[in-house]
């Protein structure tokens, strides 16, 4: 049963740095805001549902999203490696991702935070009544 469980945890998170990292993108390419805030707060409500135990939620949500950003930045120097671009244009795209997704981490993380606590409890008390 054990197994069961850290094997549908790794399938949760797989899923929620897919869609945590395509959410960047919804930002960054269309900004639209509204959008990517509404995106976030469902996945990671429904993620603390689904996790229901406040403790590992907040430990898997946040660095899910942590690495998120990290996989986020590598796509978009991806292309720029590929086709060999000079080292100043790969700083510079460096430089104006990394702001930009810093500038929206600081509005994201209390987001996460609040969104996956209310989720975790609405899954245990889900838990409780079964």
Do not use: H
Request: charged share 10%.
């Amino acid at each position: 049963m054990e197994k069961i469980k850290n094997v549908f945890l790794v399938k949760i998170s797989l899923s929620l740095l897919i869609i945590f990292t395509l959410s960047n993108y919804i930002i960054f390419i269309w900004r639209n805001s509204v959008g990517y805030y509404f995106l976030i707060i469902c996945v990671s409500f429904l993620g603390g549902v689904i996790i229901a135990d406040v403790g590992k939620g907040l430990i898997s949500i946040l660095t899910i999203y942590i690495i998120s950003c990290i996989t986020f930045v590598f796509l978009n120097l991806l292309p720029l490696i590929i086709f060999g671009a000079a080292s100043e244009e790969i700083d510079i795209v460096i430089y104006v991702t990394t702001t930009e997704l810093a500038k929206q981490t600081l509005i994201t993380l209390p987001i996460l935070v609040f969104t996956c606590i209310y989720g975790c409890f609405l899954g245990k008390s889900f838990k409780e009544q079964q």
